[in-house]
Nanobody, 125 residues
Framework: QLQLVESGGGLVQAGGSLRLSCAASGFTLDSAFVGWFRQAPGKEREGVSCVTATTDGATYYTDSVKGRFTISRDNAKNTVYLQMNNLKPEDTAVYYC?????????????????WGQGTQVTVSS
């Protein structure tokens, strides 16, 4: 059974940085479509960034994070990261990691069956 554990969230001032980690067990992430999603209070879950399986490695970013966030893999650690720079108060949300074995390209929550528990990111102004 695929299990995902996020870490790295916290409280940071605007302009600061955080790196989220998504560690997997029960499956090798290098052959999975992996995504980061976030949900702020009162808002729907939003796709932040996704990366296709390692053989392809294509990435997707929602417009609001382009140039600030970077998704990456460390296959040796079976972990996917989300480096978040120049954070803004509107980035405040619970961030979730999701993974789905196979080749997908649409960064949509409906594709994913395995989710982590979420990690809180709070950006103060």
């Amino acid at each position: 059974q695929l299990q995902l554990v996020e870490s790295g969230g916290g409280l940071v001032q605007a302009g600061g940085s955080l790196r989220l980690s998504c560690a997997a067990s029960g499956f090798t992430l290098d052959s999975a479509f992996v995504g980061w999603f976030r949900q702020a209070p009162g808002k729907e879950r939003e796709g932040v960034s996704c990366v296709t399986a390692t053989t392809d490695g294509a990435t997707y970013y929602t417009d609001s994070v382009k140039g600030r966030f970077t998704i990456s893999r460390d296959n040796a650690k079976n972990t996917v990261y989300l480096q978040m720079n120049n954070l803004k108060p509107e980035d405040t949300a619970v961030y979730y990691c999701a993974a789905e074995p196979g080749r997908y390209r649409l960064c949509m929550a409906d594709i994913f069956n395995s989710w982590g528990q979420g990690t809180q990111v709070t950006v103060s102004s």
